[in-house]
């Protein structure tokens, strides 16, 4: 297998883990304490240190003596807190579980924008890794089609614990498929022999504003981390909203057929929409935008489930190469000396994103359901004006992007001379 073979082998490992775990958490708390709060709890405290932990989990990648080692080995302490919260959790004191929860969620950014930075250390630049990152996405939306259910079914036959075990499991295929896998330029040039690609960068000392800077400073990346930023508002809740309004429609159960109707179309635009090269990544993002808001302000008014579903399914289709064409944008504009940073700090800030979209939409959650629907495709729609403005705008002053920004960025006498 090659090494993207193996990448994309430990990134749906990984992603499969993370994505089970809202479920799971929350199944395994009502079944032992009787509480779903008790499981929001955990869950809240597993999702809360990903946007803090994650300047600091890009400079630690960046700066890793052994990449070979750290990798694997923040999977490992990613799986391990999962294996732990399956065992403690309703058995110890919250407080221990609590914590437990905040140690496997600062691995967290490894997991999503971490894992993502490797692509371009495996792939040649141009279609080829244009095409691995489309790839790269359909992971993620592979992972939210199928945790949940298998999460769902193992508890249903079995119990919650079990289906803990299965995400353990799943995180350590994860690390040990990383520890495979190639690692800077010369491992990287044994997999694509005739198609030298260019390896992480050599041992970084930007610090953890040195991405944040290249988020603000770079204009594609700060057009697409805004825009991407408040559609994930929105997309954070649409799952609460999804369950009410099938309610509304009068069938309460439907909201996970909405959900996996949108998770399918956004593997199946991943797959196909997001591997459209030909299409200048920035424009693709824009208009992806504006057609899942104009999908999901029709399924607002859809007189019934079936035709909500469809027009969910509809909403993913457009969704699925919004990532895919982010992470293209990452790749090609971020600073060699700040990638990894980029990428977890964008996966970070999304997270941080959606967790403020479910809490606004359970604040409002007596509203009609069609209202809120219609003020989640506002937001995509808004999002896909919001890029293009600050896309048309030049870069900040005193910036300085592409190949250009990666010697910049890089302390005197590590240049990495590929470039992004």
């Not at 140690?103 to 141009?126: D, F, H, K």
């Not at 691995?132 to 949940?148: E, I, K, L, M």
């Not at 990894?340 to 479910?358: E, M, N």
Request: glycine share 14%.
């Amino acid at each position: 297998m090659s090494g993207f073979g193996r990448y994309l082998g430990a990134a749906l490992a990984a992603r499969f883990a993370s994505e089970g775990m809202g479920m799971a958490v929350v199944l395994l708390a009502l079944e032992r304490t009787g509480s779903a709060a008790y499981g929001a709890f955990v869950l809240t405290a597993w999702l809360a240190p990903h946007v803090l932990a994650a300047p600091l989990a890009g400079v630690l990648a960046a700066r890793a003596r052994r990449p070979r080692v750290f990798y694997p080995g923040t999977l490992a302490g990613f799986t391990a807190a999962v294996a732990a919260l399956a065992v403690l959790l309703g058995r110890v004191p919250m407080p221990a579980v609590v914590a437990v929860a905040v140690l496997g969620g600062t691995c967290g950014p490894m997991v999503t924008g971490g894992l993502s930075s490797l692509v371009a250390g495996l792939v040649p630049a141009g279609a080829a890794r244009d095409r691995a990152y489309g790839w790269d996405a359909s992971t993620y939306n592979a992972a939210a089609v199928t945790a949940p259910a298998v999460v769902g079914l193992v508890a249903a036959v079995g119990s919650a614990g079990p289906a803990m075990a299965v995400l353990a499991l799943s995180g350590a295929l994860a690390a040990a498929l990383a520890a495979t896998l190639p690692y800077g330029h010369e491992d990287a040039g044994r997999d694509h022999p005739a198609h030298p690609v260019e390896g992480p960068p050599q041992r970084s000392r930007a610090g953890m504003g040195a991405g944040l800077a290249a988020l603000w400073r770079v204009r594609e990346l700060r057009a697409v981390t805004s825009a991407t930023t408040l559609a994930f508002i929105g997309i954070g809740s649409l799952t609460t909203t999804s369950v009410l309004l099938a309610a509304e429609l009068g069938s309460p159960r439907a909201g996970g057929v909405l959900m996996t109707a949108f998770a399918l179309g956004a593997l199946g635009g991943s797959l196909t929409l997001g591997r459209m090269t030909s299409v200048e990544p920035g424009r693709l993002v824009r208009w992806a935008l504006a057609a899942t808001g104009v999908a999901l302000a029709g399924a607002a008014f859809a007189p019934s489930v079936a035709v909500t579903a469809v027009l969910f399914a509809a909403a993913g289709v457009c969704d699925g190469p919004v990532l895919t064409a982010t992470l293209r944008i990452r790749s090609e504009h971020a600073p060699d000396a700040v990638r990894t940073q980029v990428f977890t700090l964008g996966a970070g800030l999304k997270l941080t994103a959606a967790s403020a979209g479910a809490a606004l939409v359970g604040i409002a959650a007596d509203a009609p359901a069609w209202t809120l629907l219609t003020g989640i495709a506002g937001l995509q729609l808004a999002a896909a004006l919001l890029h293009a403005l600050v896309a048309a705008r030049g870069p900040v002053p005193g910036s300085v992007t592409g190949p250009s920004a990666a010697s910049a960025t890089a302390p005197a006498g590590r240049r990495n001379p590929g470039g992004p």
